[in-house]
């Protein structure tokens, strides 16, 4: 199986910081890598596909980047309704495997 | 609007099964498959399997093979998946979520199903 970390697993960060997550593969994923955010309480929204595509809807201040097996996400300012779990995605082989997640904290 | 809709919580005793539906509207069900998620309390995700609704061919994550069984209804715009044998390590929130695009990601999600499995 392919195993996705996340670092860090959980930041405090304020409204306004510029956060970075970041996701490694332990092998490459090629570009099949996505985001999604969670709520406390609520299903898993997906964020960006494919590394980089931004998913309609969602804010520009939201992006992604990488390949192979290193990748993040970026938050260029931090707004109050950002704050929650970010889990990374890899489908480029099954099972399909997530990261243990990133809890972004006021 | 695409949406996905979950059956209601459940409660079941070890050993038992559990089957949960998920009802897709706004988009042509049998164009994208179907894929099973859950979460146990206070974990990250687990992915279970997919299915593909065009022609019902399934793949299961190896820990739920025989234990689990996907399948839709093309009629009813509705997927179900069925676990049996039910342990208490099973409670977990289950999620549906339609798979998209060449990379297969998840968009949209159901609200997630509670099963509890407690004696």
């Known amino acids: 199986d392919i195993q996705m970390t996340q670092s860090p697993s959980s930041l405090s960060a304020s409204v306004g910081d510029r956060v970075t997550i970041t996701c490694r593969a332990s092998q490459t994923v090629i570009n099949y890598l996505n985001w999604y955010q969670q709520i406390p309480g609520k299903a898993p929204k997906l964020l960006i596909s494919a590394v980089s595509s931004l998913q309609s809807g969602v804010p520009s201040r939201f992006s992604g980047s990488g390949s192979g097996t290193d990748f993040t996400l970026t938050v260029s300012s931090l707004q109050p309704e950002d704050f929650a779990m970010y889990y990374c995605q890899q489908t480029y082989k099954t099972p399909v495997t997530f990261g243990g997640g990133t809890k972004v904290e006021i | 609007q695409v949406q996905l809709v979950q059956s209601g919580a459940e409660v079941k005793k070890p050993g038992a099964s559990v089957k949960v539906s998920c009802y897709a509207s706004?988009?042509?069900?049998?164009?994208?498959?179907i894929t099973w998620v859950r979460q146990a309390p206070g974990q990250g995700l687990e992915w279970m399997g997919w299915i593909s609704v065009y022609n019902g061919i399934t793949n299961y994550g190896q820990k739920f093979q025989g234990r689990v069984t996907m399948t839709t209804d093309t009629s009813t715009s509705t997927a179900y998946m069925e676990l049996r044998s039910l342990k208490s390590d099973d409670t977990a929130v289950y999620y549906c979520a339609r798979k998209r695009g060449p990379e297969n990601w998840f968009d949209p999600w159901g609200q997630g199903t509670l099963v509890t499995v407690s004696s």
């Open positions: 706004g988009y042509t069900f049998a164009n994208y498959g």
